[in-house]
């Protein structure tokens, strides 16, 4: 428990702090009430059932005299409807303090699993090399909510330990039956619960499914996109979407909570209400008193509260206990980010600004190996790229082609060397470096939406340039096949482009990495799992832009490559020039 205290200590801010400081004043006064309630409950009994003592009584006989009296059977019925209007309160005083409860802990929970998504955001590249998409999902989802349920645990713990103590102390101050009467009200109080509630928790748990499947989605797709969403400095865009998903899942979590706890309030309010109805009915119909000892005693009182309360800690301990290890897993992942103050998304604002380069591009004596291997992918290897040149480059499988083009987009981390754009370092201007290169991989990554979000990709909906989107289209030669669409831009492609060829998947990604007007375009082996008509057809479009944009081609077929001015063969750890025209 000490542990997860000091946990909480670091991971929350002084906000949240400040909440849950306020949330444990709400238990304090949440506990008096309920004590308050129990005491009242014994006090009205005591005048119900035994007149003559509870005359006796200094308080009694004050309040008695105080409101001018004359009847003590009326005071008795007034005292019984007061007790009424006590637990009335009390209850909706705890309906508003659980409202405030959960608000917090699903708030808060969201907020978390969004840091997360950002702590992994806010990784290089290399991470997801060995990284295992499922823990990643499990992270920012599973993790969080078990994380809050927690947290959730915690504070209700909290509040039943407080309730308890002060019971205790009334109980240690003061050293039956409705039965069909009871029953026959609380079957009718569950049969219009179901009536009423029922509904609205059904539709809670459909948005509950609806958006938290959401969820997964934006997840999957960034995390099988992560190259193509950091090229394309797209990461807040993905959070957005996010985000905008879990909006609709708090609300639903946050409804099924609040509501699912709205029976045990209105049972405990009807069960009071009945009883008093009944001593009201009684003590009108001159019952004698002492009838009803049995039921009102002290210690049953008391046990209405105390006995559920301490059950309930009980269970949240074995609760705690239970979500520990998820909390401490999220813990941990936020190490860096509560470390370093890593907390915004600064370095991936979408900025339009270009990296201007004019004459050329160079790598110099580059020297890299994959994480956790001492394997030289390159040993002080350089290549020089001249803008407006078309840039082939070829080597076995294994020598380090796409890795040229993963270092010249920066996703990996390289051991010693520099990549200079007209003699600028690219690192000291990376977000505008990466702004002036449309990037084309083997395997275009398709968003599970229409061609016009494909080709646009990561700007949002009401600020994609329609004009601009048919412009490339034309570019990549496949304006004519969506305008036979029957829903043209708005067609919808499937899950990872099913829908479409590989060919026509191709094309939208080469509109898309026009889109942002770029000065270079990188093809990793852009039509490498195309069959040969359907490349030379794709290479026929590339090649339309010789002269205008500077193009580096990485491929294993001799033909696809045959046009370029210049070939750089990658072997031996270096990428020498085989030819230039």
Known sequence: MKRILQKLNVLLDKKQKRSMLGLM????????????????????????IDPVTAQNSEMVRVVYDLLGFQNYQVFSVLVMLGLIIVFAVKNIFLYVQQKLTFA?????????????????????????????????????????????????????????????LFVSIYCLSKSGTMTILLAVVLLALMYMIKRVLKPIMYKAGEDNQNYYSGLFKWISQTVQGIKEVKVSCKEQYFVDEYKKCGEGYVNAVQKYSL?????????ESACVAVMMIYMIALTVMGKSSEDMLEIFSTLAAAAFVLLPSVNRINNQITSISYFEPFFMGVSDNLQEEISEGKVDMSFASDTDEKLPVHEKIEM??????????DRLIFDHASMEIPIGKSVGIVGTSGAGKSTVVDVLLGLLEIREGEIFADGVNVKSNYRSWLKNIGYIPQMIFMLDDNIRSNV???????????????????????????????????????????????GQRQRIGIARALYHGPEILVLDEATSALDNDT?????????????????????????????????YRVEDGKMKLEKQI
């Open 535 to 567: 490349e030379k057809a794709i290479m026929d479009s590339i090649n339309r832009f010789r002269g205008e944009k500077t193009l580096i081609i990485i491929a294993h077929r001799l033909q696809t490559i045959e046009k370029c001015d210049m070939v």
């Open 104 to 164: 917090f802990v699903y708030t808060n929970q969201f907020r978390t699993s969004e840091r997360m998504m950002r702590n992994y955001l806010r990784r290089g590249y290399e991470f997801y090399l060995n990284a295992d998409t499922a823990v990643v999902q499990r992270s920012i989802t599973s993790d969080v909510n078990n994380m809050y349920a927690l947290i959730l645990a915690l504070l209700q713990l909290m509040s039943d330990i407080v309730i308890s």
């Open 364 to 373: 110099k004596d580059i020297t890299y190996a994959y994480p956790n291997t």
């Open 456 to 502: 646009a990709f990561g700007v949002p909906k009401d600020k994609i340039d329609e004009e601009r989107v048919w412009q490339v289209l034309k570019d990549a030669q496949l304006d004519e096949f969506v305008r036979s669409l029957p829903e043209g831009l708005d067609t919808g492609i499937g899950e990872r482009g099913i829908r479409l060829s590989g």
């Open 25 to 48: 004043v709400l238990m304090v006064i949440s506990a008096a009430l309920q004590t308050l309630g129990v005491g009242m409950l014994v006090a009205v009994v005591q005048v119900v």
């Open 259 to 267: 509501y699912n706890n709205i029976p045990k309030l209105l049972i």
